[in-house]
C-alpha cells in the first residue's frame, strides 16, 4: 500500500538549518508530483512547495521563498526539504503528500499524506 514516512523534525534555533525527508513506498513515487504541507498551531494547512516529477520546476509559498529547498532521489523514493534562516512563525507539523496528475490545486485533490514531523523552531 501507498506510504509516506517524514522524518527529520526536531527542535531548532532561529537562524538555524534543517532537512526533512519524506520516504515513500507502495507507488512509483518517479511518476508524481511530491508536495510539502504545513499546519502551525491553532492555523489550517499551509501549502509550502511543490516539485515535479524529474525534479526539475520546484514551486514555493512567499513566506518560504529563499530560505527552503525541496528535491528528491527517485532512485532512493525520497522527498526532501532543506529549510535553512528558520523563524519561529516556521513551527509546524510538516505534511509530504502525493497529488495524482500533478500541478498546483486544492488540498481535496491530495490523495495521500504522511502522518507528519514536528519542527519546532525556537531558542
Known amino acids: 500500500q501507498v506510504q509516506l ?3 527529520g523534525g526536531g527542535l531548532v534555533q532561529p537562524g538555524g538549518s534543517h532537512r526533512l525527508s519524506c520516504a515513500a513506498s507502495g507507488f512509483a513515487f518517479r511518476n508524481y508530483w511530491m ?11 499551509e501549502w509550502v512547495s511543490a516539485i515535479d516529477t524529474g525534479g526539475t520546476t520546484t514551486y514555493y509559498a512567499d513566506s518560504v521563498k529563499g530560505r527552503f529547498t525541496i528535491s528528491r532521489d527517485n532512485a532512493k523514493n525520497t522527498l526532501y526539504l532543506q529549510m535553512n534562516s528558520l523563524k519561529p512563525e516556521d513551527t509546524a507539523l510538516y505534511y509530504c503528500a502525493r497529488r495524482p496528475g500533478g500541478g498546483m490545486g486544492s488540498f481535496e485533490l491530495y490523495d495521500y499524506w504522511g502522518q507528519g514531523t514536528q519542527v519546532t523552531v525556537s531558542s
Open 35 to 45: 508536495y510539502w504541507v504545513r499546519q502551525s498551531p491553532g492555523k489550517g494547512l
Open 5 to 7: 514516512v517524514e522524518s
